[in-house]
């Protein structure tokens, strides 16, 4: 297998990640149905957060087995360390200040202050229907951070698929070409997930943007994959990814437990069952 097409099908596993997305694109009335489709995002994220830190935490504690064998520097296990700790502390605090960057600023009544609350005990109608947009707007910037944290967990499949391919093992790199296409296609409800629980219909433009962020990696990945092999960029990655992802589930499970905590635990569920189901159809066929 050529480096051309190592990236080439790197890229094809990549854009699986849009054949999900297009569900941003429909309403959902049902209130039990939006906190559905909210907790399966939640319960891709929950295994994917699982599977990330097992794959990142390997390394380390690999190097730290060597180093008290004699057979690596403590220096290596000491450096894989602080990268693991600095990614997943920057993919976990850095979007919080993202967030805080991307967030618009409160409209205050005549420079006087934060509005104040038109209606006593529960929100009044009007109050709600002003609040709408802030919510939907909150709702696309935790879509565009759950495609964040995708895309670094999908920069690191691309360097694996890239530095397998490049070590000659062409028919394991087939093999993960294919069981990430299909772990991929999964990623894409995840990213929408949080706005069915606001009722946004996403424009086309914000999906493509978002398939993107999350999908294009994976051919970045490739392509750095089959140029050269550092597992200090592989741990880092899936470091940023790890932390990323546990900042969102923080944002998203909250707006399950407003909607219908039952239906969310169950969305929990069949999200992280859909998760591992595609992994261990990964692992079934040699990846």
Request: net charge neutral; proline share 3%; charged share 10%.
């Amino acid at each position: 297998m050529s480096t051309a097409q190592t990236i080439v099908l790197g890229a094809i596993a990549g854009s699986t990640i849009f054949l999900g997305l297009p569900l941003g694109r429909v309403r959902m009335a049902s209130l039990r149905g939006r906190a559905f489709g909210n907790a399966v995002s939640a319960g891709i994220l929950v295994f994917l957060l699982v599977d990330i830190l097992a794959h990142a935490t390997g390394p380390v504690e690999q190097a730290m087995e060597q180093a008290k064998d004699g057979e690596a520097a403590w220096g290596h296990f000491a450096g894989l360390g602080l990268v693991y700790v600095l990614g997943f502390g920057a993919g976990l605090v850095g979007l919080q200040y993202a967030t805080r960057l991307w967030a618009p600023r409160r409209r205050t009544g005549s420079g006087q202050g934060p509005r104040t609350s038109i209606g006593p005990g529960a929100m009044a109608a009007a109050e709600a229907e002003l609040a709408q947009p802030a919510a939907q707007a909150a709702a696309l910037r935790v879509g565009m951070s759950i495609a964040t944290g995708i895309g670094l967990h999908n920069f690191s499949e691309g360097l694996a698929i890239g530095q397998t391919a490049k070590s000659g093992a062409i028919s394991l790199a087939a093999l993960l070409i294919m069981g990430f296409a299909l772990h991929n296609a999964t990623e894409g409800f995840g990213i929408v997930g949080p706005l069915a629980a606001a009722n946004v219909r996403a424009s086309w433009g914000w999906l493509g943007l978002a398939g993107l962020i999350g999908g294009a990696p994976t051919f970045l990945g490739a392509v750095v994959g089959t140029s050269f092999d550092s597992v200090f960029v592989f741990v880092g990655c899936l470091a940023l990814a790890a932390g990323a992802i546990l900042y969102v589930l923080g944002e998203v499970l909250p707006v399950g437990r407003r909607l219908s905590w039952e239906v969310t635990l169950w969305g929990l569920l069949a999200g992280f069952v859909l998760g591992v189901a595609t992994d261990l159809i990964l692992v079934a066929v040699g990846g």
